[in-house]
């Protein structure tokens, strides 16, 4: 995703999987490069639900960057539902952790950061 400012980013790869900015801000960044600064509980960007979002049964790569300076949980990626999705976060022993649930399956993938 790409761009530096205003209140939308813009799917590179594509697939039209295009974002709403809420609340984070647009930086600075090494290079007269800019990212994104999520500096509230609030902050996201909203999605669309589109299916290439959704792995299926398929293989599937997500890839996040961050930096934090928090050791509350954070939750970096979701798109799950009570029953079926996906979500990585950032638990508070600093242990990244991604959870698939397809039905009452659910698959837990952790690290350490």
């Known amino acids: ?27 600075h960044f090494l290079g007269g490069k800019f990212r994104l600064e999520f500096n509230s509980v609030n902050d996201h960007i909203s999605l669309n639900q589109a299916d290439s ?34 979500y990585i976060d950032l638990g508070d022993t600093i242990e990244a952790r991604m959870v698939l649930r397809d039905g009452s399956v659910v698959d837990v993938i952790k690290g350490n950061t």
Do not use: C, E
């Open 53 to 86: 979002l959704r792995p299926g049964d398929g293989d599937f790569t997500t890839k996040i960057w961050f930096k934090t300076v928090t050791d509350d949980r954070q939750i970096l990626l979701s798109m799950d539902s009570s029953t079926d999705g996906y």
């Open 1 to 27: 995703m790409d761009t530096n400012t205003g209140n939308y980013i813009f799917d590179s790869s594509g697939n039209g999987n295009d974002g709403h900015i809420v609340g984070a801000t647009w930086v």
